[in-house]
């Protein structure tokens, strides 16, 4: 089985600086992880992910993640915000049968 | 590559009433989820198919729900009869054979059951 906790429930941060969303993921299985972003009222839009390749992941928008087997983190960053990052986002994890395991999500603000 | 495509995009029924959504998975995807999203659950996995065939549904809240992909192009997922509680948004997703790489999602139907 497999799981993910997002950390914080909402982020704030003011435009230019960096943004932190921290997850923490159990998984039985070498996993595959996932962040995706949900914009007000639109679908899930994948940022980026791993899967057993380079630790450090570079997603779209200047988004980028690492991945920390000792510490089952996959961490999402970028190192200045935007007004359009403000969405919300989800950690997840997926098993060997593809299944996807979802995380509560964060919300992000971004103020001017 | 036109994406998942999900229709309606919104629906609004009444009570007691058959709602059917349907989606049309990313062609050469083997397979494909139906996902439900409210504020006090989030994300829930419905059902999904793998090469056509229901592999699990135990996320299928009770009979009134229903899927079906009669081919490797078209999925239904139908409510009958229709509750207010079931006002959510529903989504589709395909992945191809690999998995590793993501799901690709639609755009999401919203319904509305008054």
């Known amino acids: 089985a497999q799981s993910v906790t997002q950390l914080d429930s909402h982020v704030s941060v003011s435009e230019g600086t960096p943004v932190l969303l921290r997850c923490n993921y159990s998984s039985s299985y070498s996993p595959s992880l996932f962040w995706y972003v949900q914009h007000p009222n639109k679908g899930l839009q994948l940022l980026l992910k791993y899967t057993s390749a380079a630790t450090l992941v570079k997603g779209i928008n200047g988004f980028e993640a690492e991945f920390k087997k000792s510490e089952t983190s996959f961490h999402l960053t970028k190192p200045s915000a935007h007004m359009s990052d403000a969405a919300e986002y989800f950690c997840?994890?997926?098993?060997?049968?593809?299944?996807?395991?979802f995380g509560a999500g964060t919300t992000v603000t971004v103020r001017a | 590559d036109a994406g998942v495509i999900q229709s309606p995009r919104h629906e609004v029924t009444e009570m007691g009433q058959e709602v059917t959504l349907r989606c049309k998975p990313i062609s050469g995807h083997n397979s494909l989820f139906w996902y439900r999203q409210t504020m006090m659950r989030g994300l829930e996995l419905l059902i999904y198919f793998n090469n056509n065939v229901p592999i699990d549904d135990s996320g299928m809240p009770e009979d009134r729900f229903s899927a079906k992909m009669p081919n490797a192009s078209f999925s239904t997922l139908k409510i009958q009869p229709s509750e207010p509680r079931d006002s959510a948004v529903y989504f589709c997703?395909?992945?191809?054979?690999?998995?590793?790489?993501?799901?690709?999602f639609g755009s999401g139907t919203r319904l509305t059951v008054v």
């Open positions: 997840v994890v997926s098993g060997p049968d593809y299944k996807l395991s």
């Open positions: 997703a395909s992945t191809p054979p690999a998995g590793g790489y993501g799901y690709t």
